[in-house]
């Protein structure tokens, strides 16, 4: 008898059930993140409304590609906290570039990015070179990277200008571009992820490094072009914060690092390695800055607002460990 019919029964049964499981995922966060807007709606007349949404979305294009590229980071098993020093330095190196320097605006934007890669990727050949933990590693690159924007900067605020505003004008419905090319990162990502070989390898090297290596591939380059695509999209990060404040600061990003990890776990991205999507991401960063613009909204002071964000990355720490050991028994 021909177990062909089985198996491809326990194919379409394996895929249905992963895509149930996804839908439900997407389902829960969207829920969650309706319950914040009916909340902050009930609690202040201003929230639900054109103005609040405009200024939300054109806020949220730096940390939506800082997000995705944390939540490959995460895939992988490892961890940037360097990621606001990078930004910041890039920053700064367009700023020097163009006023130091009178370079053009696109070889100055160019010149940011790659420099913000670069660090990514020296960040990410360190950490495999010597295996090393990311997360010491990216530690001394966030001081490095802070250090050398203040420098540059001799650690004031450059004003650039005008030069980079189209970036963060609204156009139609009040988005601007950099939410759309942030929007289009996260989909080109997404599919990445989901739809390429390269995509499925860096599952599989934050599921089972060592089965990769046995299977006969060489997961070192991938983990460092993974920091360094980290390092590009705090560059493009970069050109979208100085698209919105016409300055180069370099105290940018200081904190940012926590906000992009929040964001990504509450997206369901395991701390553990081996588990992420770039849309569940994406709802994670809908949920932080809601929630950020709410409690503004509401007139909580800084301190309350740190303590409320900190406590909904506490719980969503608990959550994912909860998740990775059902998922073990389950196994």
Known sequence: MSTTP????????????????????YLGLASALMVLIALFSLLSSHFLSYATFSILANQMPDLMVLAVGMTFVLIIGGIDLSVGSVLALAGSMISVAILGWGWGVLPAALLGV???ALVGTATGMITVAWRMPSFIVSLGVLEVARGLAYQMTDSRTAYIGDAFTWLSEPLAFGVAP??????LVIVVAQLVL?????????????TNEEAVRLAGINPRPYKVLVFSLMG???????????????AADPNAGSGLELQVIAAVVIGGTSLMGGRGSVISTFFGVLIISVLAAGLAQLGVSEPSKRIITGAVIVIAVVLDTYRSQ??????
Not at 194 to 206: D, E, M, P, S
């Open 326 to 331: 059902r998922t073990r028994r389950r196994n």
């Open 232 to 246: 590009l999209f705090a560059g493009v990060a970069a050109l979208f914060q100085i698209s919105r404040l016409e």
């Open 178 to 183: 950099s939410f759309v090319i942030a929007l």
């Open 114 to 116: 790659a420099c913000a």
């Open 6 to 25: 089985i198996r491809a029964s326990a194919t379409v049964i394996g895929t249905c059930g992963r895509w149930v499981q996804g839908l439900g995922a």
């Open 194 to 206: 989901v739809r390429t070989v390269f995509g499925r390898y860096l599952i599989a090297i934050g």
